[in-house]
């Protein structure tokens, strides 16, 4: 069995360092980021935005709540849209990308990221350097798929939204209607189907083997692929930002790979309850359990 360790004693101390000596940062993202940011899945965000869902169909999150066999597409699409809409184009309730870019706008720096909600690009990252592997909220696709293409969806979004009673602030929040309860149906000249042979659109999102991996996906790929093979030699952190065991192969198990065999790399995982790295690692990894953004804050000042 693996032996793993945990929380690195001066842990701050010594991200503070090799941040500052690094010559290329490689960030590697999850939920975990984004739910530090405020993207909560659950709770009194869920129930503000889907409490009258959850009384019907008795599940208490939004994650179960895109598995929920609905009745109709029109219901379907109600549901989906405001789970696009809160989490793709309403602004985080903090400010954590923001933070982090500012600890590494003046490094060479490149992100991986199984997060589908566009904060990165939201808060400047160069969208040059991001590679969003599992696909985007704010995109369609075909259903079937009958061609590589993918296309926006934030002006059919929030046309589903608002024909639902909600309204949104000059922000971009999303305000429930008063004392009303929102339709939980969309009207079915929203529906989305495909330009080219009319079927149902989807998200795309990677769920299954319908998931489109279009011109876009393909250029970032092989721009992290290229941006690897340039620094293996280089001073380099492996920022590991708050990603789990759903996807390990993705982001986790990659990172400590590349950490073993290039010469002068790091491996940093912040993550809250789940800091870990392996023990062949124990010379050469950071480990700090705590909030992302706590971190990143404790860490801003000092550059």
């Not at 960030?27 to 869920?46: E, K």
């Not at 809409?85 to 309730?93: E, K």
Request: net charge neutral; hydrophobic share 35%.
């Amino acid at each position: 069995m693996r032996r793993f360790i945990s929380e690195t004693e001066g842990g701050i101390g010594r991200l503070r360092t090799a941040l500052q000596e690094a010559e290329a940062v490689i960030i590697g993202a999850g939920a975990g980021l984004s739910s530090s940011a405020g993207y909560a899945y659950d709770g009194a965000r869920f129930e503000k935005y889907f409490g009258d869902f959850a009384g019907i169909y008795h599940f208490s999150d939004m994650y179960s709540g895109g598995f929920c066999p609905y009745e109709t597409p029109e219901r379907f699409w109600a549901y989906w849209s405001r789970y696009i809409y809160i989490n793709r184009f309403t602004p985080p309730p903090r400010r954590v990308y923001e933070q982090l870019l500012a600890l590494v706008r003046d490094k060479d720096y490149f992100v991986l990221t199984t997060n589908v909600d566009h904060c990165f690009q939201r808060a400047g990252f160069d969208r040059q350097r991001l590679f969003y592997t599992q696909g985007d909220y704010g995109l369609f696709q075909c259903s079937k798929p009958c061609h590589p293409g993918t296309y926006d969806n934030g002006d059919t979004v929030r046309q589903m939204v608002l024909s639902q009673g909600f309204a949104m602030a000059p922000d971009g929040e999303l305000l429930p209607p008063g004392n009303a309860r929102p339709k939980m149906t969309v009207p079915h000249a929203l529906l989305p189907r495909c330009p080219v042979c009319g079927r149902p659109m989807s998200m795309n999102l990677r769920s299954d083997d319908t998931f489109v991996e279009d011109a876009g996906w393909h250029a970032a790929a092989s721009r992290y692929t290229a941006f690897l093979r340039d620094h293996r030699e280089k001073r380099t952190v492996f920022l590991d930002l708050g990603t789990g065991w759903n996807t390990p192969g993705i982001v986790k198990f990659p990172f400590w790979r590349m950490t073993l065999e290039w010469p002068q790399a790091t491996y940093v995982c912040l993550n809250r309850g789940e800091a870990c790295a392996p023990e062949e690692l124990r010379t050469r990894s950071i480990c700090i359990d705590g909030d992302i953004g706590d971190t990143l804050q404790r860490l801003s000042g000092n550059f």
